[in-house]
């Protein structure tokens, strides 16, 4: 009897928090639309301060302790495009756990073939348009609202949560999340679980992204004129032998290589590289004179598997140059690490996990789907800078709408998920007693 009462008291709670939300979803989509209209375009960075003080206000507004966290120092924080970021505080009755939810209100460029306005916020047949809809506003107005709807409903949180809104995710998050961690807003010493509304689609659980190693190879020749070219040595011969390798050999290679983590979409299982740009010779546009290319080059972009360490990835590289130069004591070149972020990947068993899944099959009536990203996002900052292990994806926005012309992102998905986190949020930080004798 005891169980089936706590049962009944369970439900209840859930079926208040779920009308709840429902009561605010006006407003919360109305805030979307607020967040759309604003064009914080990345690159270069543009109208960050207006969305800071959009999201600011809301959460002053809703009982937050709000700050603004300009990214100083930084060379990309200028005067024209300032990099401000935007935190949010409401401390429960108890310090600990905290909850903290980020989203970054940064959008890439609208590219061509729109047929709506991208900034205009339109609502056409359920669906909400614009850049930055699905990835990733309307995650930041889930998470607000959320909480929200469980302040209305008369529910009092016991531990803390935290909501910021950052920018920059799209170029790295070096004056976003990465800063906030550096400067300590965001750390294992104050925060249990971290929760990126970056869209994962609103049933699936994103616990983490592979491996980066961006790297450029230059070659480099010996200048000679363009009718005698033995005389030379070509810089793109050299750099043609490598990509001819890469293409031939080590594409193959990875594409054996799976991981045993649920990655999706499905096809990014494998290992990959991608040349990115290519140089060398001279510039295409500028007038041209007959001569063998001193120096060429590429932009490599490889992703790895939780399965391979980074030192392998790189040793692989580098001993495909220095078999090359083996056969060709004139094959010179440089190898160059661009960028490295380590695969992160969030214990399935951990709280955070346990408490979101349970509450994506409350509300949807099915399992959640665990999945891992095949980019990176932010939560690299959150484990390496802050330290927290406890740090997911989850947010209402389409994956396969991201960065697409005509973005867009289901209306009743925003709602879903919001339901979804404020679920989490009572799960995870627990309700004051005196809330249920009200109820
Ligand atoms: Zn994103």
Request: a negative charge; charged letters at 20%; proline letters at 5%.
């Amino acid at each position: 009897m005891a169980t089936s009462q706590l049962a009944s008291a369970t439900l209840s709670l859930e079926d208040t928090i779920a009308r709840s939300v429902e009561a605010i979803r006006d407003e919360m989509i109305a805030f979307l639309q607020q967040m759309v209209r604003i064009p914080t375009i990345n690159p270069p960075g543009e109208n960050y301060l207006a969305c800071a003080e959009l999201i600011g206000s809301k959460l002053t507004e809703f009982g937050y302790k709000t700050s603004y966290i300009q990214a100083e120092g930084l060379t990309e924080n200028t005067l024209a495009h300032p990099r401000v970021n935007v935190f949010g505080q409401m401390k429960g009755s108890v310090p600990r756990p905290s909850l903290h939810f980020n989203g970054h209100f940064d959008v890439v460029p609208v590219g061509s073939g729109w047929t709506v306005d991208p900034f205009g916020g339109e609502i056409r047949d359920g669906k909400l348009y614009g850049r930055g809809v699905s990835d990733q506003k309307a995650g930041i107005a889930a998470s607000i609202f959320a909480i929200e709807a469980l302040r209305r409903a008369g529910i009092h949180l016991r531990g803390t949560v935290e909501q910021s809104g950052s920018v920059d995710e799209e170029s790295g998050g070096f004056a976003g999340v990465a800063y906030m961690a550096q400067q300590g807003w965001l750390g294992k010493d104050k925060n249990d679980y971290v929760i990126i509304t970056e869209p994962t689609n609103p049933d699936c659980v994103c616990l983490g992204h592979r491996g980066v190693y961006w790297f450029k190879v230059t070659t480099q020749g010996r200048i000679a004129h363009g009718c005698m070219p033995y005389f030379g040595v070509s810089a793109i011969d050299h750099l043609t032998d490598f990509l001819h390798d890469v293409t031939h050999e080590l594409k193959p290679e990875l594409a054996k290589r799976k991981t045993a983590v649920p990655v999706q979409p499905p096809g990014s299982r494998f290992a990959s590289i991608n040349v990115n740009s290519i140089f060398g010779g001279q510039p295409e546009d500028g007038t041209q004179t007959p001569c063998v290319a001193d120096r060429s080059g590429a932009i490599f972009d490889r992703r790895f598997l939780s399965e391979e360490s980074f030192e392998s990835v790189r040793g692989e590289i580098h001993a495909m140059l220095e078999s090359l130069q083996a056969k060709d004591p004139e094959f010179q070149y440089q190898l160059e690490d661009l960028m490295i972020v380590h695969p992160v990947h969030t214990d399935e068993h951990c709280d955070l996990v346990q408490a979101i899944s349970g509450c994506v099959e409350t509300v949807f009536g099915r399992k959640a789907n665990l999945t891992a990203s095949p980019g990176t996002y932010d939560q690299k900052h959150v484990v390496r800078i802050a330290n927290v292990a406890q740090c997911i994806a989850y947010g209402p926005g389409l994956l396969n709408q991201a960065h697409l012309p005509d973005e867009h992102c289901m209306v009743e998905d925003v709602v879903a998920s919001a339901k979804v986190m404020a679920m989490t949020a009572v799960k995870l930080l627990g309700v004051e007693p005196v809330t249920m004798v009200h109820r």
